[in-house]
């Protein structure tokens, strides 16, 4: 996002230049780091204001993108009046707009294209229905040759009317029909109550379900259950990826 002064416009000689100036350089770093993208440079006279026509803007017709990868705010305390909001109502436009959203957190602690290969674990915590992105991700970090000799291990979040055994043999099957090698670690069940946050709300989930598949335990798909019909299993037990 590139700041615009009171007395510039859009047209103004400076904002094309610096506008110009600044995609050139992030070129430049996506070569340094191997990076293939398409640098997008949004002038604005707001940050905020930026950021919301970056996310509304991006792309090309039906090709835009349908994640947003954000930094954590880690000065946020110094001034949280001025912090906070345009960080949540950024986080609340994705959703919004229906995008994922990816925070990165301390990303400096984070090895980076020259370092050694990694070892030992990449761990994901399947929540309810939005541990699909996550482990797709993670299964294509294990393909850059720092992350290869990293193990995939599933995490699953489920609500305490659910039976944790089915929900393990249920991912297991999952995970062999998408052909993603992973071990199941802990199947913790919680209170529903500690679920609720993480719920769609009754018409999204019922869209969701017309359109997605669900996973059964002999391998095929089945179409979704009537309303009403779900039972105190299926809303957790018939995983799917969406």
């Known amino acids: 996002v590139v700041p615009l002064f009171a007395d510039e416009g859009l047209a103004h000689p400076h904002v094309i230049a610096y506008s110009e100036s600044e995609r050139r350089y992030m070129q430049y770093l996506f070569k340094k780091v191997g990076l293939q993208g398409f640098p997008m440079v949004v002038p604005a006279r707001d940050p905020f204001e930026g950021r919301a026509f970056a996310i509304q803007c991006a792309g090309l017709g039906p090709l835009t993108p349908n994640i947003v990868v954000m930094g954590w705010p880690w000065w946020w305390r110094a001034d949280r009046e001025k912090v906070v909001p345009p960080f ?3 986080i609340h ?10 925070i990165g957190y301390d990303l400096k602690t ?18 309810k229905h939005d541990g699909g992105l996550l482990l797709l991700i993670a ?18 979040i489920t609500d305490s009317t659910t039976d944790p055994a089915l ?5 297991l099957r999952l995970l062999a029909l998408i052909n993603i090698e992973a071990v199941v670690g802990e199947v913790v ?15 999204v989930r019922l869209e969701n379900q017309e359109f997605a598949p669900v996973f059964t335990t002999d391998g095929l798909t089945a179409p979704p259950p009537e309303p009403g019909h779900e039972g105190p299993e299926s809303d957790l037990a018939d995983i799917h990826l969406r």
Not at 93 to 102: D, F, G, H
Not at 139 to 156: Q, S
Not at 167 to 171: G, H, Q, S, T
Not at 189 to 203: E, I, K, W
Request: proline share 7%; charged share 25%; glycine share 2%.
């Open 88 to 90: 949540v109502e950024t």
């Open 93 to 102: 436009q994705c959703t919004r707009l229906k995008k994922a959203v990816l």
């Open 110 to 127: 984070l090895p980076t294209f020259d370092s050694k290969p990694m070892s030992g674990f990449i761990d994901v915590w399947w929540i």
């Open 139 to 156: 299964n294509l970090l294990r393909k850059h040759p720092i992350w290869r000799r990293c193990k995939l291990r599933l995490h699953l």
């Open 167 to 171: 929900i393990r043999a249920r991912m």
């Open 189 to 203: 069940s919680v209170d529903s109550d500690s679920m609720l946050p993480y719920m769609n709300p009754s018409d």
